[in-house]
């Protein structure tokens, strides 16, 4: 059983760019999150997908995208970067979209420096 | 909204010491909470939960206790030791269960 893989692991970019960052779910789990973890501080839920679809949405504006794929697999594309959007990157996997009742399983994140 | 807030660090220990990590929420109807461990180099790993009032989450000789009347899930572990040395994230789930959200991160560490 694999874990959650994410890629790249670092990432710098210039500000205005896009950027699209990279995760492979556990197997076996259907359901993806993404964090934003900022130097120091906890992570910040961005979205999450279930079955290819949007299935929540914290505090974060519509640059930040997402795509979930048939075997599960998320990508979250950030456009327009800001200085601020430097941060660690997490994504998380679960066996179903009810947190409580199941458990996620975090990547290692991506890196992201925006200069 | 909800949130988390947690005392900060770091808290620095000897082995075999006490700890104790508070941690209090604010949060609409029922929430889970979760406390989560980060070790260097690693991923969050889920460390325990409890889900109701009153219930005990446990794990690797860590407990917290979901107190509801006072708004607490304080973590303690009763000998800690080197390989504890990490960042401890107190976090809580919305009503829907699919979302977290977590305190800023108390980092523990403990000298031999």
């Known amino acids: 059983e694999t874990g959650v893989t994410q890629s790249p692991t670092h990432l710098i970019k210039t500000r205005g760019q896009q950027v699209t960052l990279r995760c492979s779910s556990q197997s076996g789990h259907n359901t993806v999150s993404w964090y934003q973890q900022a130097l120091g501080q906890g992570p910040q839920f961005i979205f999450q997908y279930y079955r290819e679809e949007e299935n929540g949405r914290g505090n974060f504006p519509p640059r930040f995208s997402g795509l979930q794929f048939p075997n599960y697999s998320s990508e979250l594309n950030v456009n327009a970067l800001e200085l601020d959007d430097s941060a660690l990157y997490l994504c998380a996997s679960s066996r179903g979209t009810e947190i409580y009742k199941t458990e996620a399983f975090f990547g290692q994140g991506t890196r992201l420096t925006v200069v | 909204g909800n949130s988390v807030t947690q005392m900060e660090g770091p808290v620095t220990l000897s082995e075999e010491a006490f700890l104790t990590i508070n941690c209090t929420y604010t949060a609409t109807g029922y929430p889970s909470l979760f406390w989560y461990v980060q070790y260097p180099g690693e991923g969050l790993q889920l460390l325990l939960k409890?889900?109701?009032?009153?219930d005990k989450g446990s794990n690797k000789g860590f407990e917290a206790t979901y107190r509801k009347e006072t708004t607490s899930f304080h973590l303690e572990k009763g000998s800690v030791q080197v390989s504890d040395s990490a960042v401890y994230f107190c976090a809580l789930s919305n009503n829907a269960g699919n979302m977290l959200t977590f305190g800023g991160g108390t980092r523990l560490m403990v000298k031999p």
């Open positions: 409890a889900t109701k009032a009153d």
